[in-house]
């Protein structure tokens, strides 16, 4: 199986220059737990913003929502995988690093996303 049988293709992105609080509005919106931080230049890379990383800033350093972006809390570059990626592949590299969510690429464009979730659907989906 590879990472585009699996992969959310409808992904949510946002700004870098976009508030917290923007960000938090649009994981709510979307019921998500993270978001795709678009590239600012074609050479740029992605980025990744998660609840933790609005947690960790916001409630443990006291940060800001409105006077903080984006770009001050998110981890970038994302770790990124290329859609023709064997799931097998993928499931060992976030084992591995402790990462629970991919930003799929190709050729240096957002195709989709994938997390641990969705690996672990997929294996359930077959156990049945």
Request: aromatic share 4%; with cysteine; proline share 2%.
């Amino acid at each position: 199986m590879l990472v585009k049988d699996v992969m959310v293709t409808e992904v949510i992105s946002v700004s870098p220059f976009a508030t917290l609080r923007e960000a938090l509005s649009l994981m709510k919106r979307h019921d998500l737990k993270s978001l795709v931080v678009e590239k600012r230049a074609d050479h740029d890379a992605y980025g990744l913003i998660t609840y933790t990383n609005v947690l960790k800033t916001v409630i443990a350093e006291e940060g800001d929502i409105d006077l903080l972006n984006v770009y001050d809390v998110c981890a970038k570059p994302a770790v990124s995988v290329g859609k023709s990626l064997a799931v097998k592949h993928v499931a060992s590299l976030m084992s591995e690093h402790k990462i629970k969510r991919l930003v799929v690429l190709d050729d240096n464009e957002l195709v989709g996303f994938i997390a641990m979730d969705d690996i672990m659907d997929v294996l359930l989906r077959d156990i049945e």
